[in-house]
């Protein structure tokens, strides 16, 4: 006999058990099974499901955030403290830091107006906040912005008053007028220095 008479083995027979893709798409389908009575379980009990347990924490969870939301003043301080350390960077023409105390600034009155996006005046009616940001941002703040990346320090200085102007008209517009801002004397914060990083 030779090796071309050697006849080659039988291909295996396909395998007659259940293939393993039908035993996870048996389990899938029995899972969504079960839920779905156990949710007609629920209901035929009077027992909120778990969604609508979830969904009224949730919601009681907003509504105490809501509750313990800071007042604008809190949240406007920061912005007052930014702004006048921002005076005292373009002094020293600290451009780096005068940039980074700007954007702060700028974050910080979008962190108000998200806070409270309208302000309840004494006789009922709201101002929108949001508004009014929507009005300086573009304008006033950019003006800074725009100065500052020039690094022009008398630009700087006269957008920076006019963007206190802005800021006066804000303040006169939610029923605060008594609130004034002007150029600052010191700085917020005295553990910062404010001169400009010595060159290498």
Same mark, same amino acid.
């Not at 969870?61 to 006048?84: N, Y």
């Given at each position: ?32 099974? %079960? ?6 379980? !629920? ?5 909120? *499901?778990?969604? $609508?347990? &979830?969904?009224? #924490? ?65 006789? %009922? ?6 508004? !009014? ?5 573009? *304008?006033?703040? $950019?003006? &800074?912005?725009? #100065? ?53």
């Amino acid at each position: 006999m030779s090796e071309h008479d050697i006849s080659p083995a039988p291909a295996p027979a396909p395998s007659q058990g259940v293939s393993r893709f039908a035993v996870i798409a048996a389990l899938i389908i029995g899972a969504i099974i %079960g839920g779905m009575a156990v949710e007609y379980w !629920l209901v035929k009990q009077g027992i909120e *499901s778990p969604a $609508a347990q &979830v969904t009224g #924490a949730a919601a009681g969870d907003l509504e105490r955030l809501v509750q313990i939301a800071p007042t604008q003043s809190h949240t406007m301080k920061d912005v007052g403290d930014h702004w006048a350390n921002l005076w005292f960077a373009v002094q020293a023409e600290n451009w780096p830091l005068a940039t980074f105390y700007f954007t702060q600034a700028r974050q910080s009155v979008r962190w108000t107006v998200a806070v409270r996006p309208e302000r309840v005046m004494p006789d %009922g009616s709201t101002v929108n906040v949001q508004g !009014l940001f929507e009005a300086i941002d573009p *304008s006033a703040f $950019a003006f &800074v912005g725009l #100065a500052l990346e020039d690094q022009d320090k008398e630009m700087v200085e006269s957008a920076y008053r006019e963007a206190l102007t802005a800021c006066q008209s804000c303040h006169e517009a939610v029923g605060m007028p008594f609130l004034r801002p002007t150029v600052p004397t010191a700085p917020a914060d005295t553990i910062l220095g404010f001169e400009p990083e010595p060159s290498q």
